[in-house]
């Protein structure tokens, strides 16, 4: 992040904040919506991050550290969305469909389901840290500092995670007691 740009806003400078929200918005946008699983959640705590980065942003010490500081900011907000909704709901997009279905991308379609209900059985705190160790590629150790946990307890909510995501998988292709009947 241009730090230039981040010192600007620091100062109050609006045109340097909207563009500073500009370039992260869609990036934690992304991640939130990794995190909560709902694009209308994942709005609200986008949202609520920016807010709070552009409150907070004079307080921010070292303009080099702003993305894990927004980050934190980012995943607390998605943490306040979850407690506020704690149930499901569908969130469907349909999209036109251009030509066919193959049975392979049919396949990969039942795949991305299985794993998407498998990531919906996991906890906001779980979520988390797969999204920002797998999808933002960052370090057990900054991961634990943008959560504000021990990095031991990162290694534990990443273990727990895989554990639950594999055992929800697994029990998706067990035959339910109807399948097993017949």
């Given at each position: 992040m241009?730090?230039?740009l981040i010192g600007?806003a620091?100062?109050?400078d609006?045109e340097a904040?909207a563009?500073?929200a500009v370039a992260?918005g869609?990036r ?6 990794r995190?909560?699983r709902?694009i209308n ?8 991050a920016?807010?709070?980065i552009w409150?907070d942003l004079?307080?921010?010490r070292?303009?080099a550290?702003?993305?894990?500081w927004s980050?934190?900011l980012?995943?607390r ?8 909704t704690?149930?499901w709901?569908?969130?469907?997009l349909?999209l036109p ?8 991308g049919?396949s990969?379609?039942?795949d991305?389901?299985?794993l998407?209900?498998?990531f919906?059985?996991?906890s906001?705190?779980?979520r988390a840290?797969?999204?920002?160790h797998?999808?933002l ?5 900054e ?7 021990p ?6 909510r990443l273990?727990?995670a895989m ?6 998988l697994?029990?998706?292709?067990r035959?339910?007691?109807?399948e097993?009947t017949?």
């Amino acid at each position: 992040m241009d730090a230039e740009l981040i010192g600007r806003a620091q100062h109050g400078d609006e045109e340097a904040f909207a563009s500073l929200a500009v370039a992260v918005g869609d990036r934690l946008h992304a991640v939130a919506h990794r995190i909560l699983r709902d694009i209308n959640l994942a709005e609200n705590a986008t949202q609520q991050a920016l807010l709070t980065i552009w409150r907070d942003l004079p307080q921010l010490r070292d303009p080099a550290r702003f993305d894990a500081w927004s980050y934190r900011l980012l995943v607390r907000a998605c943490f306040a969305e979850g407690r506020r909704t704690r149930r499901w709901a569908p969130n469907l997009l349909l999209l036109p469909v251009d030509h066919p279905v193959d049975a392979e991308g049919l396949s990969s379609v039942v795949d991305r389901d299985q794993l998407e209900r498998g990531f919906r059985r996991l906890s906001i705190d779980h979520r988390a840290v797969v999204v920002l160790h797998h999808y933002l590629d960052m370090p057990l150790d900054e991961v634990a500092e943008t959560l504000g946990v021990p990095v031991g307890t990162v290694r534990s909510r990443l273990h727990h995670a895989m554990r639950g995501l594999r055992a929800a998988l697994e029990a998706d292709l067990r035959p339910t007691a109807l399948e097993a009947t017949r």
